[in-house]
């Protein structure tokens, strides 16, 4: 199957996870992406994740943001180090990186120097608060730029309770989405007029574009949303509720009126549903708190498995809270090939997926990471680099 990205090179500068998981779908979609590492690896080929066993069979961490991709080692930092990278870029269709403006600069790697080697270079920078601006120079994992200064841990967990923090890497996986769609339509840009682009990524407004929802509301009246309370919700059919054996069940009706009848039958209490108390929005928001009350005892009188047929006949719309290792068999998801086979020299074992089907495109994970530095002598060769040339540079340290 024709990979949609086939004939793309993508050169990668950026460690961590945002920009990284960026070239790993790149190179998902068929794309030749080419990772620039320090001599001895990027740091997160040391990253161990806290309260993983000892014995893994590989760096999944790693794997799974570098799969598919080469390895090219370079000291940026030595003399002509940014000068090689700059060869290669010569060739390339992209480069993705997550340095911030003052390393670029240092390393003569500015979008400015780069579209002057490859006027038709589109450049993608992924960085915590933008290329420009007051914070232009702050580091920003996604627990600080993404979840916390874009204003969604304000937003989640219940009224009065500590902060709640984020998944591990789930802001820089939603700005690689971010990344990889803006490079595709700069792009298309490129295509169009001839001309390299520039593309900034922020982990901040990816942040706030995810709840741009609540945003909308705000940029009107300038006021805070409320948090979900779950004891007195304003819509008592869009919440969580326990059931007998201590799992939990999510009741998702954002317009509910025709699905109060629906939930009256399923827990076998007809008559609520033309009690006029009851039978507009307005009506149980104003009985919030007696309302969830009296739902939640009611789904405490049984097991999960109980409910599941009568919600499902009877309409509801509704999903259990489910852990990762049901979902990670879940038919849907399998259907989907959401989670697909990496093949490692010790083994095969299964990675997480891109999160897109098209039908008839080869996109799928490529197999691993190179080693450290395995394709340097193949990439430089195959980018004109003499062997004397080579020599030089080893000379002065650039492979370390």
């Not at 009741?251 to 399923?266: G, N, R, S």
């Not at 049984?302 to 038919?331: C, F, H, K, M, S």
Request: charged share 20%; proline share 8%; glycine share 10%.
């Amino acid at each position: 199957m024709p990979a949609p990205l086939s004939g793309i090179t993508v050169i990668e500068a950026a460690n961590y996870v945002a920009a990284p998981s960026a070239g790993a779908l790149m190179a998902d979609l068929g794309a030749t992406v080419i990772k620039i590492e320090p001599p001895g690896g990027e740091v997160m080929r040391g990253v161990i994740p806290t309260g993983a066993p000892g014995n893994m069979p590989f760096n999944f961490l790693f794997e799974l943001e570098n799969r598919g991709k080469k390895s090219v080692t370079i000291a940026l930092d030595s003399e002509g180090g940014p000068e090689l990278l700059l060869r290669l870029l010569e060739t390339a269709d992209v480069f993705l990186t997550n340095l911030m403006m003052p390393r670029l600069q240092r390393f003569g790697l500015t979008p400015e120097s780069c579209l002057a080697r490859n006027p038709r270079l589109v450049f993608v920078a992924v960085t915590g608060y933008g290329l420009e601006g007051p914070d232009a120079t702050r580091p920003g994992f996604d627990f600080s730029a993404f979840w916390t200064r874009s204003g969604i841990m304000s937003l989640v967990g219940h009224p009065g309770a500590p902060p709640v923090l984020s998944r591990i890497a789930q802001g820089d996986h939603t700005t690689g989405i971010n990344a990889v769609a803006a490079t595709l339509a700069a792009l298309r840009l490129r295509d169009l007029t001839g001309e390299g682009q520039v593309v900034d990524i922020s982990l901040q407004q990816t942040g706030v574009y995810t709840i741009a929802t609540d945003f909308s509301r705000t940029l009107v009246d300038g006021a805070q949303p409320k948090t979900f309370d779950r004891t007195a919700p304003d819509n008592p059919l869009f919440n969580t509720y326990p059931t007998r054996d201590g799992q939990w069940l999510l009741l998702v009706h954002m317009t509910p009126d025709p699905y109060w009848p629906k939930l009256c039958a399923a827990l076998g209490c007809d008559a609520m549903a033309r009690d006029p108390a009851y039978l507009t929005m307005a009506a149980r928001r104003a009985r919030g708190a007696e309302l969830s009350s009296f739902i939640e005892a009611a789904f405490l009188k049984q097991d999960l498995e109980y409910w599941r047929p009568l919600l499902d006949a009877n309409g509801v719309i509704w999903a259990p809270l489910t852990e990762l290792p049901d979902v990670v068999n879940d038919p849907a998801l399998r259907l989907r090939d959401a989670f697909q086979p990496l093949t490692l020299p010790n083994g095969t074992y299964e990675t997480v997926g891109a999160p897109w089907v098209i039908r008839g495109a080869g996109i799928s994970a490529r197999g691993p990471a190179s080693a450290a530095g395995a394709d340097t002598a193949d990439i430089l060769a195959n980018a004109g680099v003499s062997e004397d040339e080579v020599a030089e540079y080893a000379a002065r340290g650039v492979f370390g």
